[in-house]
């Protein structure tokens, strides 16, 4: 029996953001039993705790989907620093601590009563080639017209972003059309964000991603990205708040800051389930 916690990331509200799973104490695990495990949980993602392997990382982290391994993932990140926390995880320093991934390392501070973190080089950036492009769109059902550019934005993941006319074409997209990516040849792990005209909150993003998730609720890889690229540009302030999850019925908030050369990458976190798993 191994320790278990079930975290809602990106929300103050349990319910309302994206879940993740946490199994703690996992060194005793191989890649075999973390995969079957979450493929059942059937989750965006499911992580494991693991020991770290270098001197500088507080814990170690895998990050499945039920479709196979990824080497960073955001809300992932976020909830399983939550729950290494809430266990009683120590940082060795005291004013962040530092995760071990498939990235390298990456540094989750407090921030008021947000977790934050320090978002990774990008690992494939710029503009998208137009073919790619139309691929995607055709898939969607959107139209030329919509989409204002695109870029890459991966950080492990392998986002495609598309910045399109504003927030309220991006909630117009029929997110049944998601399956039709990957099957008609066009790139499988898509981004959309559009710009909300005024209020609180500057961005309205969605994600659509493989492997029996469909459209994620709240993504961090894929804000952190775009946050990178957008602000960058000037299309957006160094700080500001998107949204993501409307179109399924969830509040995420992502907070974004960019300080100095680092994006930092915050939302609030409610721990749902506490308990031990059979593995």
């Known amino acids: 029996m191994l320790p278990f916690s079930q975290v809602d990331v990106f929300t103050d509200t349990l319910g309302l953001g994206n879940p993740v799973a946490v199994v703690h104490d996992a060194d ?12 059942w ?6 992580t494991f705790l693991l020991t770290p392997t270098v001197p500088d990382a507080d814990y170690r982290l895998r990050i499945f989907t039920p479709g196979g391994e990824l080497p960073f993932a955001g809300h992932p990140t976020l909830g399983s620093a939550r729950a290494w926390l809430e266990a009683g995880g120590q940082p060795r320093s005291g004013d962040r601590l530092v995760q071990e991934c498939g990235v390298g390392l990456v540094a989750v501070r407090p921030d008021d009563d947000l977790l934050a973190f320090a978002a990774p080089e990008r690992m494939r950036s710029g503009p998208v080639d137009p073919a790619e492009v139309e691929a995607v769109t055709s898939a969607l059902g959107l139209h030329a017209h919509d989409v204002v550019t695109a870029h890459w934005c ?43 005209p005024d209020g609180d909150v500057a961005l309205e993003v969605r994600a659509f991603f493989p492997g029996g998730v469909g459209e994620d609720p709240v993504t961090g890889s894929l804000n952190a990205a775009v946050a990178q690229w957008l602000v960058a540009e000037g299309t957006l302030p160094d700080r500001y708040v998107a949204a993501q999850g409307t179109a399924l019925g969830r509040r995420g908030r992502v907070h974004l800051e960019r300080d100095g050369d680092t ?8 721990v749902g389930i506490r308990g031990t798993v059979a593995l």
């Open 263 to 270: 994006t930092w990458v915050g939302g609030r976190t409610v």
């Open 154 to 196: 991966d950080n492990g993941p392998g986002w495609m972003g598309l910045l399109l006319r504003d927030a309220a074409t991006v909630l117009a997209v029929d997110g049944d059309r998601a399956h039709l990516l990957g099957a008609s040849g066009a790139h499988d792990k898509v981004g959309l964000v559009g710009l909300h």
């Open 28 to 39: 005793g695990l191989d890649e075999d039993a973390m995969a079957a495990f979450a493929r």
């Open 41 to 46: 949980t059937n989750l965006s993602e499911t």
